[in-house]
């Protein structure tokens, strides 16, 4: 620091106890010292805010009645404040990945694949769930109900959260109606999937249709136009070996590959299949169960999710190659052990 920097400071200081104090009769002084027994009044950054560019809003503040700490209120800072829940960046480094201590193939060795023209004529298969839902105690479960059971701590972190806002803007009762009318959409989508596709198969041109389900069909029109080779229809598949099961919306040829494709329905776009959470999951889970599952004369080794929107937007398809599904497979793996360990845990 130069000694004209310091002849300036001096004097600016002087300057200012002098308007502080020239209208008190009361002794002022500078010190250096960092102990202080009388209280000093604290600078906020409020004291530099342009209070009459924002005096309405201060105004509105100030006159609310309504309570800051409502749910509504906390869930509006929430957002304000942090925007989305991220994970920390810890200087550690990250642990390695971990693998299934039983990793089981995704393929089938013992199962020939037939070629499409040798293959069952009764294609497409569609074949229903055991009469009798078998569950706990080392049976049959469905690959949903695991899925949910060991749903990661942030995943259901989001869903509750999600669900809690959704109450709070539709009441509780509202929101039931709301859950059940999605579920209705979803499934009468998937019924006007079917008859389209069915109806192609024959040469059959199909009225279009006029209902709820309209802009849904709208979106995956694009799609569509690359579905070939229908071998399944809201089919039931069942691993032999790792005893679970699922239904399989559809297995059909994408763009010349043979895929499990699985529809769904979303309010808001998922462009890349992070967003689509634990789908990849079950999708892998179908197609291994479907490779060691007898009633089927055929394997696949890819798999489609494609998500559609009511608004009549184009839907996204994210396809998943071999090596995707394999990564996902070996992920599906880990939730069915975590999921038997706590069936084991509760025994």
């Known amino acids: 620091m130069t000694m004209k920097t310091l002849h300036l400071i001096s004097r600016n200081c002087k300057g200012l106890v002098n308007v502080v104090f020239q ?14 027994h009388s209280k000093k009044k604290k600078v906020t950054g409020y004291e530099e805010i342009d209070q009459e560019k924002y005096s309405s809003l201060v105004q509105k503040v100030v006159s609310s009645r309504t309570s800051c700490q409502t749910p509504e209120r906390i869930f509006e800072e929430d957002n304000f404040l942090y925007g989305k829940v991220v994970k920390s960046m810890g200087t550690s480094q990250e642990p390695e990945p971990r693998v299934p201590r ?11 694949s037939l070629p499409v023209e040798q293959a069952d004529p009764s294609i497409p298969l569609k074949i229903a769930l055991p009469a009798k839902d078998r569950n706990a105690n080392g049976r049959l479960l469905s690959v949903t109900r695991i899925l949910q059971q ?12 999600w669900k809690q806002r959704m109450i709070m803007e539709l009441g509780e009762e509202g929101f039931i109606q709301y ?42 029109e694009h799609v569509l136009s690359d579905v070939a080779g229908l071998r399944t229809l809201e089919s039931a598949v069942m691993h032999s070996e790792l005893k679970y099961l699922g239904i399989v919306d559809c297995v059909a040829q994408y763009r010349g590959r043979l895929c499990v494709i699985d529809w769904k329905t979303s309010e808001k776009q998922k462009p890349n299949i992070q967003r689509t959470f634990d789908n990849p999951l079950q999708v892998a889970a179908y197609v291994g169960a479907l490779n060691h599952d007898a009633n089927y004369k055929f394997q696949v080794d ?25 990564h996902y ?19």
């Open 302 to 326: 890819c798999g489609l999710i494609v998500v559609a929107y009511k608004d009549g937007s184009p839907a996204h398809a994210h396809f998943m190659d071999p090596e995707l599904c394999k």
């Open 329 to 347: 497979w070996d992920k599906w793996l880990l939730r069915l052990e975590e999921f038997k360990e706590k069936q084991e845990e509760k025994q």
């Open 102 to 112: 039983n990793p089981s193939s995704l393929y089938n060795s013992k199962k020939a």
């Open 150 to 161: 060991t749903m990661p701590m942030e995943q259901a972190f989001y869903l509750e959260r």
């Open 23 to 36: 209208h008190q009769q009361i002794p002022a002084f500078l010190s250096t010292s960092c102990i202080l």
């Open 179 to 220: 859950t059940a009318a999605i579920f209705s959409q979803g499934k009468l989508f998937h019924a006007r999937l079917e008859d389209i596709l069915l109806a192609r198969e024959d040469g059959i041109q199909r009225p279009e249709d006029r209902d709820e389900t309209s802009g849904y069909l709208a979106s995956v």
